[in-house]
């Protein structure tokens, strides 16, 4: 078997494992459904007042998509690894000519589907019960795709240092939320203390954010970076910690051959 056949194998073995879980489809698209409805319809944004959302709405839908593009990837992964190395899964994988980084790509290829659905109900929503007013960019997909490389690869990295599939649960939340909040996305940086802000730029998350922020709301005034064009310096950034972590994520799944 070709290398894309092993990779469209384990990609299918992926879908076929995921869509039988039906409590995990179910959250992986009603969690940010309920951020939206509670966070954008209900408590609604400010931007003549102070608080958490001074912003236009459309300020905050990088956070919306983050809440998928970062914890699906970690729980998913994290747990995925975890429960192949409890049930000495990766000794039989080490039995086939699948590789640790085709095996890593394959669960990628899975979760960028599943993220990609979620974040167009997302952006749906936003607009539908926020009212927000946002460009719809290519750039967009773009930062999912490689924003979903990034995170599937960190995940990965988290089932295999964590001692078991609740250590990995434990570890992708206790990750997720400070980046989900620290990372320029529902809060502005002004608002963080100033000794805080370099610490912002250590977060993978926060160049999706400013990236998306800046191609589909050109509004908020994202700064350019090295004198870029600030949606595709971005992007570059990302795409490049997403090309590291991916390298990391498959040397860490273990080795078994």
């Given at each position: 078997?070709?290398?894309?056949?092993?990779?469209?194998?384990?990609?299918?073995?992926?879908w076929?494992?995921?869509?039988?879980?039906?409590?995990?489809?179910?959250?992986?698209?009603?969690?940010?459904?309920?951020?939206?409805?509670i966070?954008?319809?209900?408590?609604?944004t400010?931007?003549?007042?102070?608080?958490?959302?001074?912003?236009?709405a459309?300020?905050?839908?990088?956070?919306y998509?983050?809440?998928?593009?970062?914890?699906?990837?970690?729980?998913?992964?994290?747990?995925?690894?975890?429960?192949?190395?409890?049930?000495?899964?990766?000794?039989?994988?080490?039995?086939?000519?699948?590789?640790?980084?085709?095996?890593l790509?394959?669960?990628?290829?899975?979760?960028?589907?599943?993220?990609?659905?979620?974040?167009?109900?997302?952006?749906v929503?936003?607009?539908?019960?926020?009212?927000?007013?946002i460009?719809?960019?290519?750039?967009?997909?773009?930062?999912?795709?490689?924003?979903?490389?990034?995170?599937?690869?960190?995940?990965?990295?988290?089932?295999?240092?964590?001692?078991s599939?609740?250590?990995?649960?434990?570890?992708s939340?206790?990750?997720?939320?400070?980046?989900?909040?620290?990372?320029?996305?529902?809060?502005?940086?002004?608002?963080?203390?100033?000794?805080?802000?370099?610490?912002?730029?250590?977060?993978?998350l926060?160049y999706?954010?400013?990236?998306?922020?800046?191609?589909?709301?050109?509004?908020?005034?994202?700064?350019?970076?090295?004198?870029?064009?600030?949606?595709?310096?971005?992007?570059?950034?990302?795409?490049?910690?997403?090309?590291?972590?991916f390298?990391?994520?498959?040397?860490?799944?273990?080795?078994?051959?």
């Open positions: 078997m070709s290398r894309l056949g092993r990779v469209r194998a384990q990609t299918s073995a992926g076929r494992a995921f869509v039988r879980r039906r409590t995990a489809v179910f959250f992986t698209f009603f969690f940010p459904v309920i951020l939206i409805v966070f954008g319809a209900l408590i609604q400010d931007p003549t007042g102070g608080g958490l959302f001074a912003e236009p459309a300020y905050y839908v990088p956070g998509l983050a809440v998928v593009v970062l914890f699906t990837p970690f729980s998913r992964l994290g747990s995925e690894v975890a429960r192949h190395r409890e049930g000495n899964r990766f000794e039989k994988l080490a039995t086939t000519p699948v590789t640790r980084s085709e095996w790509l394959g669960q990628t290829l899975v979760n960028a589907a599943i993220i990609a659905l979620a974040s167009l109900l997302i952006l929503l936003v607009v539908v019960l926020t009212g927000a007013q460009a719809f960019s290519p750039l967009v997909v773009a930062y999912i795709l490689v924003g979903v490389v990034c995170f599937c690869a960190i995940g990965s990295m988290l089932g295999s240092y964590t001692d599939q609740d250590g990995a649960v434990a570890a939340n206790a990750l997720g939320l400070p980046l989900l909040f620290l990372s320029e996305t529902f809060i502005p940086l002004e608002q963080l203390p100033g000794w805080f802000g370099p610490l912002v730029n250590l977060s993978p926060t999706f954010s400013r990236g998306v922020r800046a191609a589909t709301y050109p509004d908020a005034g994202t700064a350019s970076v090295f004198g870029l064009e600030p949606a595709l310096a971005n992007l570059g950034i990302l795409a490049a910690l997403a090309v590291v972590a390298a990391f994520g498959a040397y860490s799944i273990p080795r078994t051959d």
